[in-house]
């Protein structure tokens, strides 16, 4: 079953709502960074949320979420691109297994406190960013601040991850819904109860559920029109010209000193681990300035 999302509009035009399965993605990320549990609820929750919020919007063309947080896991950074494609990785891939009151994964105690950073890259106006701090920890619901604070429009974000025995990918997606402007307050209650009726998105998917399933119960009373339908996967886009980027930030006297004492210089990929060696003739040659 391939991952892929929903984007719809209720008929009656007062809730816009976007559904995921992620499984799969989440599974790769998983194995890429070989991630214990904690750590893979983490970094799951937000590759979910980052592919979905990729495409709330026609015109963006690239979207990251960056949380820096005082929390055992360091830092969560993620990314989509205009082909839906999301990559990812935590500061801290090897959490120790903490569990909550509520015998679930406690993303929460693994994120601890910080900033949440948003930046959505369009064609050809400036990307916006902003900053907001963590609420929660717990990911879906410090993007739902974001929503209502920073962009301020009512939101709901739901994000689930379930992990097996053996640490693989059970199950993983996630709902983003929003109030579109002068949505009256019976709508805004139907929604409450029926987002009280949910326990667990991963559970839901789990089950078999589809996103279009997802949605039929988060908006239950509220026939919708779908909008748009994307796959999504996990892909790293890097190469060994684009890591050049990397050698360009040092100054020519590390460069010169690590040629010297190893004959190469290696970058490593943060999002899939891959190595790229640089040796002096391909330096000279791609380096973005002069080289004495
Ligand atoms: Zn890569």
């Known amino acids: 079953m391939k991952d892929y999302m929903i984007r719809v509009l209720t ?3 007062q809730i816009r709502a976007l559904a995921l399965r992620s499984t799969k993605m989440v599974d790769k990320a998983q194995k890429m960074h070989k991630t214990t549990p904690v750590a893979s609820a983490a970094l799951g929750r937000a590759l979910s949320a980052v592919a979905m919020m990729n495409v709330l919007e026609k015109e963006v063309k690239k979207t990251s979420l960056k949380i820096i947080s005082d929390g055992p896991i360091d830092r969560i950074i993620v990314e989509a691109n205009s082909k839906n494609e999301v990559r990812g990785f935590v500061g801290n891939p090897n959490l120790d297994i ?17 900033e949440l950073y948003v930046k959505k890259v369009y064609g ?8 907001v701090n963590l609420v929660s920890g717990e990911i879906g619901e410090d993007l739902t601040y974001y929503f209502t ?16 025995k053996d640490y693989s990918v059970k199950a993983a997606g996630g709902f983003i819904l929003q109030l579109l402007p002068e949505t009256p307050e019976v709508t805004i209650k139907k929604l409450e109860e029926n987002l009280n009726n949910i326990t667990s998105v991963s559970n839901l998917i789990e089950e078999g559920k589809s996103p279009e399933e997802l949605l039929d119960i988060v908006l239950e009373g509220f026939p919708y029109e779908i909008k748009k339908i994307s796959e999504t996967k996990y892909k790293c886009n890097c190469s060994k010209k684009r890591g050049i ?13 690590t040629l010297f004492e190893e004959g190469y210089l290696e970058v490593t990929c943060h999002f899939c681990n891959k190595k790229y060696k640089y040796d002096e003739q391909y330096i000279k040659k791609h380096l973005e300035r002069e080289w004495s």
């Not at 604070?149 to 097996?164: A, N, R």
């Not at 980027?245 to 000193?257: F, G, H, R, V």
């Open 149 to 164: 604070m920073s962009e301020q429009i009512p939101s709901s974000v739901g994000l689930g991850v379930l992990i097996d």
């Open 124 to 131: 050809l106006k400036d990307p916006y960013e902003s900053k």
């Open 245 to 257: 980027e990397i050698l360009n930030t040092l100054n020519e006297q590390e460069i010169k000193e």
């Open 98 to 114: 903490f569990i909550n009151d509520l015998n679930k994964l406690d993303v929460k105690k693994a994120v601890g406190e910080g």
């Open 11 to 13: 008929k009656n035009k």
